[in-house]
């Protein structure tokens, strides 16, 4: 039988031992966090081939993109076959996206109604600039967040810290960013300093790494800082998805996965 004092004692060695040991005790290898997969990675595969793959590399959280896999839709049917589908897997979509919005109200609001069948709160997006007012009263109307996605040098919006700074600075909190730290990296900045500067706008985050602006690498094989990200992403309390994308080798992607989560795995032990 466990006694108080039993409990008393367990939480105070975990209290001296930190974060890490709770961890260790909760045999959770990603340090808390909900740690799944842009399917952008898998693009070469069909739903059911994607939630196969995801099962077998032990992932329980997605974001899915309209792709094959999935698409937006109002059809029951569908909507229903794609949510047995997910349950039947154990995986749970987080978000979705990329997502283009504009101009059209109901084009947006047809988004916004996919995600509420679906059960999903966070939509990872490319907006132009006409959409923020209306999009921000979605996010408000839907309680949904936006995550503007960031897509390096070729991105002439949102590529830079601060033209999403200047994006975003008079909408509200909702209204955020997807952090892609590849395109960071391509664009010659620090994804630790993004984290930072966005801090609860940080809504999403699509985890891959580069060493040049047209080099993309496993994870820990380029440039980034992966265990500073993951420590910047504790301490904005980041609780969205931490989405492994990976955009090489579009054929046979599994084996460089492994390694992507493997180094993510060992990142996790050092915080």
């Known amino acids: 039988m466990i006694t108080r004092r039993d409990i008393l004692r367990g939480s105070a060695a975990a209290a001296l031992l930190g974060p890490?040991?709770?961890?260790?005790?909760?045999g959770d290898p990603y340090a808390g966090f909900k740690?799944?997969?842009?399917?952008?990675?898998l693009r070469?595969?069909?739903?059911?081939?994607?939630?196969?793959?995801?099962?077998?590399?032990?992932?329980?959280?997605?974001?899915?993109?309209g792709g094959k896999q999935m698409t937006v839709t109002d059809d029951a049917a569908t909507l229903e076959m794609y949510k047995k589908k997910l349950g039947d897997a154990g995986v749970k979509i987080l978000s979705f996206g990329v997502q283009g919005f504009g101009a059209n109200a109901g084009a947006n609001k047809k988004s916004f109604d996919f995600a509420k069948a679906m059960g999903f709160d966070v939509i990872v997006a490319n907006p132009s600039p006409d959409s923020f007012d209306n999009v921000a009263g979605l996010c408000?109307?839907?309680?949904?967040?936006?995550?503007?996605?960031?897509?390096?040098?070729?991105?002439?919006?949102?590529?830079?810290?601060?033209?999403?700074?200047?994006?975003?600075?008079?909408?509200?909190?909702a209204?955020?960013?997807?952090?892609?730290?590849?395109h960071v990296l391509r664009i010659g900045e620090d994804p630790v300093a993004w984290i930072k500067a966005f801090g609860p706008r940080v809504h999403d985050v699509h985890l891959k790494d580069a060493s040049a602006p047209n080099v993309f690498n496993i994870l820990g094989q380029g440039k980034i800082d992966l265990v500073g990200t993951l420590k910047a992403l504790k301490d904005v309390k980041f609780s969205g998805i931490l989405a492994i994308e990976y955009e090489l080798n579009e054929k046979n992607p599994i084996d460089d996965i492994r390694k992507c989560l493997e180094a993510t795995r060992e990142a996790c032990k050092k915080l």
């Open 20 to 26: 890490r040991a709770l961890f260790a005790q909760d």
């Open 35 to 41: 740690m799944g997969m842009q399917t952008y990675s």
């Open 44 to 65: 070469a595969f069909d739903l059911d081939q994607t939630l196969a793959h995801l099962k077998d590399l032990g992932l329980k959280y997605a974001q899915f993109f």
């Open 140 to 173: 408000k109307d839907y309680g949904m967040k936006i995550a503007i996605h960031n897509h390096g040098p070729e991105d002439k919006r949102y590529g830079k810290m601060e033209q999403m700074q200047k994006a975003l600075e008079k909408y509200p909190e």
């Open 175 to 182: 209204l955020g960013v997807c952090v892609d730290t590849g």
